[in-house]
């Protein structure tokens, strides 16, 4: 499993009920990351997952951080 280490990016729970997930991960972390959302948690019913490769200068993030 790959190391996560300090992800940067975020969380948020949508008004549809699905949940936004932005990070910046190396290649070979992602598998390992996707696993993870697909797998979701205890108290989650994961549905499908779907990404996009965002730009690097978009995300500039210190930390990773839940929003609202």
């Given at each position: 499993?790959?190391?996560?280490g300090?992800?940067?990016?975020y969380?948020?729970?949508?008004k549809?009920?699905s949940?936004?997930?932005?990070?910046?991960?190396?290649?070979?972390?992602?598998?390992?990351?996707?696993?993870?959302?697909?797998?979701?948690?205890?108290?989650?019913?994961v549905?499908?997952?779907k990404?996009?490769?965002l730009?690097e200068d978009?995300?500039?993030y210190?930390?990773?951080?839940?929003?609202t």
């Amino acid at each position: 499993m790959a190391s996560f280490g300090q992800i940067q990016g975020y969380v948020k729970s949508l008004k549809d009920k699905s949940v936004e997930v932005v990070a910046f991960l190396f290649d070979d972390q992602f598998e390992d990351f996707m696993n993870i959302l697909k797998n979701g948690s205890p108290t989650s019913a994961v549905k499908d997952v779907k990404y996009e490769i965002l730009e690097e200068d978009d995300l500039l993030y210190d930390g990773f951080e839940v929003r609202t």
